[in-house]
């Protein structure tokens, strides 16, 4: 599966001419996928309405995605691919220790806010319904997932923090709180304060947290990964 998904992606190697337009092509036609799907949706970013856009022909789009899942395990794997390296560029300008750990979180934050970002949102919801992309996808987000846990957990180790299942966590929480808030802002009165202020309590949570990494004695109670939850009418009982 993985080798598929990177046949797809990985653009033709050498000989020269032809390789830089047969990459300029498939560039043209992820940026056309990406805008589509932020303005028309899954279901109607046809491989028609994505060559229009591009202002490729249907011919030339086929030689290179000859099919509509190819083209979207192609932009989903695209978009990972290219906010991860703009999150690492950004955190590797920055000092080692707690000030890159905290920016991990406006990081993730400020790639999220990309339209590439709803465009990947569209194409995790729609492909749930397409049977092909359905069993291609998973495999590609399990990828990138993994590599936005382990950067977490790297710069936390240079801080002397090694607590994985707390940061793995974390991690989780705050990706899919962050996915889910531009889900939400869609629908939101006022979605750029209400999305700001939802954002900055979850970097204030971070913060807490950090202190309870450094202190083990801050908080009397903390996440324990080796026991179930609380039963629902315990948990109430106990408000």
């Given at each position: 599966?993985?080798?598929t998904?990177?046949?797809?992606v990985?653009l033709?190697?050498p ?8 990459a300029?092509?498939?560039r ?8 589509t799907?932020?303005?028309a ?5 046809t491989t028609?309405?994505v ?20 083209l979207?395990v ?6 990972l ?9 950004v955190?590797?300008s ?9 920016a ?7 790639t999220?806010q990309e ?8 194409i995790m919801?729609g ?8 069993t291609?996808?998973p ?6 997932n993994?590599?936005?846990?382990s950067?977490p ?11 994985t299942?707390?940061?793995n966590?974390?991690s ?7 996915r889910?808030?531009?889900i939400?802002?869609l629908?939101?009165?006022?979605p750029?304060?209400?999305?700001s202020e939802?954002f900055e ?14 202190d083990?004695d ?5 996440p ?7 039963p629902?009418?315990?948990?109430n009982?106990?408000?």
């Amino acid at each position: 599966m993985a080798s598929t998904v990177e046949s797809t992606v990985v653009l033709i190697p050498p000989p020269s001419g032809q390789a830089e337009r047969s990459a300029a092509t498939q560039r043209r036609l992820i940026d056309a996928t990406i805008a589509t799907l932020c303005e028309a949706g899954y279901a109607r970013t046809t491989t028609v309405a994505v060559a229009t856009r591009a202002g490729v022909s249907r011919g030339a789009m086929l030689h290179h995605f000859p099919t509509r899942a190819e083209l979207i395990v192609a932009t989903a794997y695209d978009i990972l691919a290219t906010q991860d390296e703009h999150r690492r560029e950004v955190l590797r300008s920055l000092p080692r220790g707690k000030v890159r750990f905290y920016a991990i979180t406006d990081a993730m934050w400020a790639t999220m806010q990309e339209p590439a970002s709803m465009a990947l949102i569209e194409i995790m919801l729609g492909g749930r319904s397409d049977p092909e992309l359905s069993t291609r996808l998973p495999a590609i987000m399990r990828e990138f997932n993994a590599k936005l846990l382990s950067c977490p957990m790297d710069v936390a180790r240079e801080l002397g923090i090694d607590d994985t299942p707390l940061l793995n966590a974390m991690s989780r929480l705050h990706l899919a709180a962050m996915r889910g808030m531009m889900i939400e802002r869609l629908y939101w009165a006022d979605p750029e304060q209400s999305s700001s202020e939802a954002f900055e309590l979850l970097d204030w949570y971070k913060r807490l947290l950090m202190r309870r990494l450094d202190d083990p004695d801050f908080i009397d109670e903390a996440p324990v990964f080796d026991r179930p939850l609380r039963p629902l009418d315990k948990r109430n009982n106990q408000r």
